[in-house]
Nanobody, 120 residues
Framework: QVQLVESGGGLVQPGGSLRLSCAAS????????MGWYRQAPGKQRELVAF???????NYADSVKGRFTISRDNAKNTVYLQMNSLKPEDTAVYYC??????????????WGQGTQVTVSS
């Protein structure tokens, strides 16, 4: 079993920044990739970004240049630095983890989610 615990969400004004963190525990050998999805009200859950143990990253087009994903393998923690936030970034952000194979990420484990609200 893998447990993922997110932190760092909140309310921020447009143009502001937030950093999300997610710590993994348990049978973490089963996850070589960690990432973030988000779900806005009335919309489907969508990939935001992921990062492999080796540092391969992938971003949604909507966040490229504004968000940066990173990880501390020693701490089994992944971070999402979000800059230049927009109201359309408002969503519940879910940390996830799983294997990465042949160019595809399989997020098998999920955190509880943390709310990010961008509003003036």
């Amino acid at each position: 079993q893998v447990q993922l615990v997110e932190s760092g969400g909140g309310l921020v004004q447009p143009g502001g920044s937030l950093r999300l963190s997610c710590a993994a525990s348990g049978t973490i050998v089963s996850i070589n990739t960690m990432g973030w999805y988000r779900q806005a009200p009335g919309k489907q859950r969508e990939l935001v970004a992921f990062i492999t143990t080796g540092g391969i990253t992938n971003y949604a087009d909507s966040v490229k240049g504004r968000f940066t994903i990173s990880r501390d393998n020693a701490k089994n923690t992944v971070y999402l630095q979000m800059n230049s936030l927009k109201p359309e970034d408002t969503a519940v952000y879910y940390c996830n983890g799983g294997p990465y194979s042949s160019g595809t990420y399989y997020p098998n484990y999920w955190g509880q989610g943390t709310q990010v609200t961008v509003s003036s």
